[in-house]
């Protein structure tokens, strides 16, 4: 008994400490049960989060996937299909997902299952590292993606659920912000380690160990989430399968705030997709090294590491205005590449010049995931929750394969003319933001 209570303040002291407030158990978002419970939750929520986001950072459709599938031999199209894939694949499926999550009183159990298939999905791309190579190996390697993505879905649903229904709305943008947080500064470390030659020289074999070791990151993840003491909710609404959930797409018709955040957050897939083509700029300014590979993770662990415990206390405050700034300064990047492009192009070839705006960018995207993330979380409550989230999900799925055919303007307009064009939408997608109405209160 003596050791429970002794776990029991360590725990209520660390998270007093991770939020900074001294009145950090008190939260009316969340029934009473629930918040006596907050602290252990938040905590082991965090380290799954943790877990979780460092597999992401070792498998980045962005980065170290297209490094993998070009040491293997694939063909330089499928590069292309990466982002598009992995994103709108975890989103499609989600008004089907959400009709079997809503019969679950528990739900953490179907993230726990999410978080083991795509273990075994990245395992799968370890191996097909290891053992094929050519066309075969980049068709094995997007059909995994396509199976890692489709996982990632019945997490995505079920964690907003959870996140609502344990941790109380003054905490939710802080616990996404720590866990960025944590995640940027292990892909720094990791990045540097690159730099330094500490882990050899770039090599199928090194790529693939990195994937082999971001499946055991999400088996740790899936494990430690097991543990969250989630109360029984909702369960109305989820008997009529499919025909209940494309009824839910109504919302769009009947909740403007809804409506108008998704168009908001369809637009503002900028910061997602201009990473990509600043890679793209990279390879044909530079060269495809180690080295280069390192940069971009380290731009990309630094934005996280620098940025995710400000835009989190930020989006606690108003995520609404975390997505406007977000997105302006988004939209800001490209721009600043477009200029460069046309005025000054032999700034390009610098090797400190797209690691650095890919930093920005980095610090860019971590805003507009933080607020919208934490905008929908508080947007809505229960089993409505449940239904902004897959409907959301599925919509920006569609947008993500539509934005995807943004590419094929490339040879017309070059890779800075399409970055210009991403600018734009996250200009439109902040002035959309600017409309919203505040949740944070």
Known sequence: MTDTSHRSGLTDDIYEK?????????????????CQEVSGNFLKTLLSMFFSKLGDALVNPKITLPWLMQSVGAPAWMLGWLVPIR???????????????????????????????????????AAVAFFLEGSIAGWSMLALVVIFSLSRGLSSVASKDVLGKTIPKPRRGTLNGWAETAAGLITLTVALLLISGVLGEGSTTLYASGFALAALMWIIAGGIYAG??????????GNNGLKEAFARLSLLKTDAPFRRFLLSRSLLLCSALTAPFIVVLAHQELDAA??????????????????????????DVSSRLVMVRAGMMSAAVGGVIFLLGVFRSEWLSEIWVLPLLYFVLSIAHQGVRLGRKTYVVNLGEGNKRTDYVSVGNTLIGVMLLMTGFISLLEPLIGVSGVILILSFMG???????????????
């Open 290 to 315: 180690i080295s280069m590979l390192a940069l971009f993770m380290a731009a990309s662990g630094a934005g996280s590491l620098v940025s995710g415990r400000f835009w989190g206390r930020f989006a």
């Open 228 to 237: 969250i003491n989630e109360f029984p909710g909702e369960t109305d609404g």
């Open 87 to 125: 994103e709108s694949g975890s989103m499609l499926p989600q008004l089907a997902i959400a009709s079997v999550v809503r019969t679950m009183a528990v739900r953490k159990w179907m993230w726990v299952l999410g978080s083991a298939l795509q273990a075994l999905a990245v395992s799968g791309i």
């Open 427 to 441: 200009m439109a997608g902040s002035w959309m933001a600017i409309k919203l109405p505040e949740v944070e209160r």
């Open 18 to 34: 991770l939020v900074n407030d001294e009145d950090a158990r008190a939260c009316k978002s969340i029934p009473e049960s629930a």
